[in-house]
């Protein structure tokens, strides 16, 4: 829509972006595929049961890029890690996040950051799984207020704890928020947009790749202004939903197709 009119364009993420004033309209709400799925034949369906996943939107998307990011500019100084080069300081990094989450009774997969991994020729993307971004999160949330980065990035400390509050915030409220919830999910997510929107900005004008701004940037913001109804959108989350595929992959990998299926309900 941005690409037919630039005031609609989703960078702009304040009261008045000209995007807000096209929501709810039949003509600008195409259906989400060209050939129908049986699903949407069953009786009482409605597109408005269609949800937008959370973890695919931020773990597995802004929240990557902010991680990344994150972790970009951490490991390209020695203000806070003394190795001698650039992947060194990855890995000192990697070291400094699990003995956090083995401190908070949870665990990382990811065994090592290097550059290429993170994509560090252009906007760097954190690679590990949704539960290692919100490890990696946390722990920055809580590293970069004891030593938050110099100017010009000075405010990725508070854009990042933001992001990992409202994540603790959601997953701790029931499955319907409140209006308290809602107003302060609201507040934060204002502080969240606007924050990261400023680095990216400035990431820009200074000629460097950092805070990637794409789509899913503007389904989070979707998503946590409650434009989907009053459900909590962490409820529609597939966690469990992508550990029972890999599971299930797993399965069908190692079986014969035969009885692989009742492998998987054992």
């Known amino acids: 829509m941005g690409r037919r009119d630039f005031s609609t ?10 995007w807000r004033g096209t929501m709810h309209k039949d003509e600008n709400c195409p259906l989400p595929w060209q050939q129908e799925p049986a ?18 939107t931020f773990h597995l998307g802004v929240g990557r890029d902010l991680v990344g990011s994150a972790l970009k500019i951490i490991a390209t100084g020695k203000h806070w890690f003394p190795g001698r080069n650039i992947n060194a300081r ?10 956090f989450a083995k401190q908070m009774k949870k665990q990382v997969s990811i065994k090592k950051l290097s550059t290429n991994s993170l994509g560090w020729a252009d906007c760097p993307e954190f690679k590990g799984s949704a539960a290692d971004t919100a490890i990696f999160l946390s722990w920055l949330a809580s590293f970069l207020l004891e030593k938050p980065p110099p100017p010009p990035y000075d405010g990725l400390a508070g854009v990042v ?3 990992n509050h409202i994540c603790e915030f959601l997953f701790g409220c029931g499955c319907f928020l409140s209006d308290e919830a809602w107003e302060q999910t609201a507040v934060l997510s204002k502080l969240f947009f606007t924050g990261y929107l400023s680095l990216a900005t400035t990431a820009h004008e200074a000629g460097k790749l950092l805070f990637r701004m794409r ?4 389904f989070l913001q979707h998503l946590l202004e409650g434009h989907g109804g009053r459900r909590n959108p962490v409820y529609d989350a597939c966690f469990m939903d992508e550990d029972f595929v890999r599971w ?3 399965m069908f990998r190692k079986c014969s197709h035969t009885n692989a299926s009742c492998n998987v309900l054992k």
């Open 215 to 218: 789509p899913k940037f503007h």
């Open 90 to 99: 990855l890995q000192q990094i990697v070291a400094a996040v699990r003995i």
């Open 9 to 18: 364009v989703y960078t702009d993420v304040s009261e008045a972006a000209g």
């Open 248 to 250: 299930s992959m797993k």
């Open 161 to 163: 704890w933001v992001a």
């Open 39 to 56: 699903y949407a034949k069953l009786h009482y369906f409605s597109l408005s049961m269609i949800r937008i996943d959370y973890m695919h």
